[in-house]
DNA sequence: TTGACGCGTAGGAAAACGCCTACCTATTAT
DNA sequence: ATAATAGGTAGGCGTTTTCCTACGCGTCAA
């Protein structure tokens, strides 16, 4: 029904499964909304590649292009890394559990929320 | 130093990155630890296919297996999981705030924090 | 209008992925 | 001891990733 299916997620978790990508984040994030050439500056690879990471962040709906003259201006978009956040949620109680050290009770006492 | 650099992460990312893997962790979660039959019962796949995808988790450091006898429990470990949610923080007032309607406001704001 | 600049796309090569069919080891049952 | 069960490994095959160089298109400057 809706857009947000397995092959979405893919998508996203795929996008961030590699450094440069995850870096591109990180600047456009700290630095605010950047064309593709400062951006580059920062990478030891050739532009057409870091193009084809843009657009594999952009295909996750990551990232979004505004066009400004000749230059094209990436801004993160964080709608996807919430999915990311809302699907980690089930998990939580694993690791906050295990770290007070009743890990294993819990184990043995599996939760019953099944989509 | 230590063990925690990007290697690590790409390892965590890519192995999030699969349909298949994600329906294991989630089985995990909501069944408790499980022998492999167990588990390939869900799955449209041979056996030796799974396999492969147990051992991508756990070179993520995101299942672990116990030997028992013949078979193999394999239980969740969500530490990873907790790197990822450590990981996503820096972003998650750029959903939030932007929710509120004032995200064009920081993305001329950006912040200052670089690792 | 001509040239330089900013970026994307095309196509190719090497590696990685995801599936398969054998096949192997270890354990349990007969 | 033999057979059956549980599950990993080896190797093959088609597809995808990730880099590259070459090139095309739109925009701004001279």
Redesign the interface.
Known sequence: MNGTG?AA??RV??A????TR?EV??LL?????QAVQALADHFDMRRPSLSEHLRVLREAGLVSEERSGRQRIY??E??P??D??DW?H???R??RD?LKGLGDLL????????P
Chains 1, 2 share one sequence.
């Open positions: 397995t997620e893919d978790f795929a961030l499964a590699n450094a995850r984040l990180r994030r700290e630095r605010g909304p801004r993160l964080a709608a890394l919430a990311v956040q980690l089930p998990y939580e694993f690791w295990r184990d043995r006492m599996p939760d019953d929320d099944q």
